[in-house]
């Protein structure tokens, strides 16, 4: 599966952006799904993950409440709603995929996107 990540931006903070994760190649329903993000100078951190069937989602303590992972397997799609944006959230963000299994925390994942780049402002 190939992953296309787009929607990132520059927004000041407390406003609201959507990342779109679009796969190409297979079906996305296979697929347990997530991203991660990077910011200048620090390692790849975990952000948020969806199980394939869409029935369960979990986030890093940092954005829960904040940011919703969700899936449109018909368009073989993920998003990310980032709402309430921080300085802290100025990352790239990925989007990582892993066939049949939930994507695992660690990174250690089958498929990852090429990153899309949100800068927040103050």
């Known amino acids: 599966v190939q992953l296309q990540a787009s929607g990132g931006g520059s927004v000041q903070a407390g406003g609201s952006l959507r990342l779109s994760c679009a796969a190409s190649g297979s079906a996305l329903s296979n697929y347990g799904m997530g991203w991660f993000r990077q910011a200048p100078g620090k390692e790849r951190e975990f952000v948020a993950r969806?199980?394939?069937?869409?029935?369960?989602?979990y986030y890093a303590d940092s954005v829960k409440g904040r940011f919703t992972i969700s899936r449109d397997n018909p368009k073989n799609t993920v998003y990310l709603q980032l709402n309430s944006l921080k300085r802290e959230d100025t990352a790239v963000y990925y989007c990582?995929?892993?066939?049949?299994?939930?994507?695992?925390?660690?990174?250690?994942?089958?498929?990852w996107g090429q990153g899309t780049q949100v800068t927040v402002s103050s």
């Open positions: 969806i199980g394939w069937t869409a029935d369960r989602a």
């Open positions: 990582a995929a892993r066939f049949l299994s939930g994507v695992r925390v660690s990174g250690d994942n089958d498929y």
